[in-house]
């Protein structure tokens, strides 16, 4: 059964419509809203404070739970592969090196390059609409994988074509932004946005936790490895089901092609862009490859078997870096993004170089501590870089308070597709980073030379986000 909106107090009743009925039109002034059938909503306004505390407020987060749960699960699934690849010898697969780094990397290549589509299906077909099919695709990887690794000897190839669909978890994260923000108010945006993401991106601690304990279920001699796909199938059938009875369609959240066209003509857009790579990038890039980092350097603590403890300790980088990034959000909504961001980048260069200066020392728990002040400053930097979006898309738009107002209607959608684009952007470090680290590995013969250009890059992007936009926060009076 699904829920119907709430009416306004009883002085001033806001009928609803029944299923299969015409729109009911919201009383004039009142900023009620209607519902159609599909669960569509007309005259969303998340500005207007009326609307919100009697409605607006309830609606939004039970969508925003919704949301999360189904980008959880996409995370989930463009992560499997990281830890998979780390038990492939023990279940009898012989790949080498490059191999390994490409299987790593492959679902980030391709959920990047998805996430840009699917910045759009939320206009064309709904968030409710979209969330649904969006979840559904994600049983083709997550079962592909569960055959694919059932057999040693299935082919590098084809190993190789079932991670890459993997890259239909990442997809999720732009479509899931990009509907969420239409939910908001720009002075709570930081927040829900930040909430949105670190659910999403808590799916890959979840996995890297989850996998090595599934796939030694009864596995007396080999792994159980195929578990690493199965076990998340009913989720996933929850997740459409959730989103079909629990969202929302917003008939607002409309495409607007001139103003995606505009956003990409925008300089801000690559600007923050490359920052976000810092950021995001830098948490998925190594959420990824931390397995391999510490199966590798720390061989005789990690061999996989129930009871190793580096490798089961491997999923908090994921884990801290994502329950940061809602609190980077929240910091930039209260100081602004730009001054979380250049911190954030401080500590991650200095975070990266402590591990270079310490990884001859071969010290799981220093190298272990290390990375986690890493994850956390790229979880914070996350969400502080993300924040700083929508309030330079409507301070270019001429908002009064851009850090409080959202602008105009045309504004807000440029701003969701600048989020879109943005967070696919960011996302190609997810392959960007295992693959230099994989470089650095086979020519090098050591992680220390591909972690030091890691510190070079966070300077550069420090010196680039208060260059451009401390600048610009003070020419303009504004908060960023």
């Known amino acids: 059964m699904t829920e119907t909106l709430s009416a306004p107090p009883p002085t001033s009743p806001a009928p609803t419509a029944p299923a299969g009925a015409a729109p009911v039109a919201p009383p004039a002034g009142a900023g009620a809203l209607a519902v159609r059938p ?4 007309d005259g969303w306004d998340p500005e207007n404070p009326d609307q919100w505390e009697r409605e607006g ?23 499997l592969w990281s830890i998979v690849v780390v038990s492939l010898p023990a279940a009898g697969f012989a790949f080498d090196t490059g191999q390994v780094f490409w299987l790593i990397s492959i679902p980030a290549l391709v959920g990047a390059t998805l996430r840009i589509p699917y910045t759009f299906m939320v206009p064309r077909f709904g968030g409710r609409n979209w969330t649904i099919v969006s979840a559904a695709l994600l049983l083709i990887p997550a079962i592909g994988l569960a055959v694919a690794v059932s057999n040693p000897e299935t082919p590098f190839g084809v190993m190789l074509a079932i991670a890459a669909l993997a890259g239909f978890g990442g997809g999720n994260f732009a479509s899931s932004m990009a509907n969420i923000t239409y939910f908001f108010p720009q002075r709570e945006k930081g927040w829900a946005l930040g909430l949105n993401a670190a659910g999403g991106n808590l799916g890959a601690a979840v996995a890297q936790f989850v996998v090595p304990i599934a796939i030694t279920i009864g596995a007396a001699v080999t792994l159980n490895l195929p578990l690493a796909g199965w076990i998340w199938v009913p989720f996933i059938l929850i997740a459409m089901v959730g989103a079909a009875l629990r969202m929302d369609n917003l008939s607002n959240a409309k ?33 990824g490859v931390f397995p391999k980092l510490i199966a590798d350097q720390f061989p005789d603590f990690s061999t996989f078997q129930v009871g190793s403890a580096s490798l089961q300790l491997a999923f908090m980088g994921a884990l801290v870096g994502s329950l940061a990034r809602p609190y980077g959000g929240r910091l930039a909504d209260r100081f602004g993004g730009t001054q979380i961001t250049m911190a954030a980048f401080a500590v991650m260069a200095a975070g990266a170089l402590a591990v270079v200066w310490t990884l001859p020392l071969a010290n799981f728990w220093l190298f272990l501590g290390l990375f986690l002040v890493l994850f956390t400053a790229s979880g914070v930097g996350n969400g502080s870089t993300y924040r700083m979006i929508p309030t330079v898309f409507a301070l270019r738009a001429g908002a009064h308070n851009a850090h409080e107002s959202a602008g ?23 392959f960007v980073i295992p693959q230099l680290l994989g470089l650095s590995k086979t020519t090098y013969g050591d992680y220390t030379t591909g972690l030091s250009w890691f510190v070079w890059a966070y300077a550069v992007m420090l010196l680039i986000t208060a260059g451009v936009y401390l600048t610009l926060a003070r020419r303009s009076g504004h908060r960023i």
Do not use: C, M
């Not at 599909?38 to 909503?41: D, F, N, S």
């Not at 407020?57 to 992560?79: D, K, P, T």
């Open 38 to 41: 599909g669960r569509w909503i």
């Open 255 to 287: 495409a607007d092609v001139a103003a995606s066209l505009a956003a990409l003509k925008e300089p801000h857009l690559w600007i923050l862009s490359v920052l976000y790579i810092g950021t995001f990038g830098s948490f998925i890039g190594f959420a």
């Open 57 to 79: 407020r309830r609606i939004a987060a039970r969508n925003l739970r919704w949301s999360i749960f189904a980008e959880f699960l996409g995370f989930v699934v463009w992560q």
């Open 408 to 430: 105009d209607v045309s504004s807000q959608r440029k701003a969701a597709a600048a989020l879109g684009i943005i967070s696919a952007v960011g996302a190609y470090g997810g």
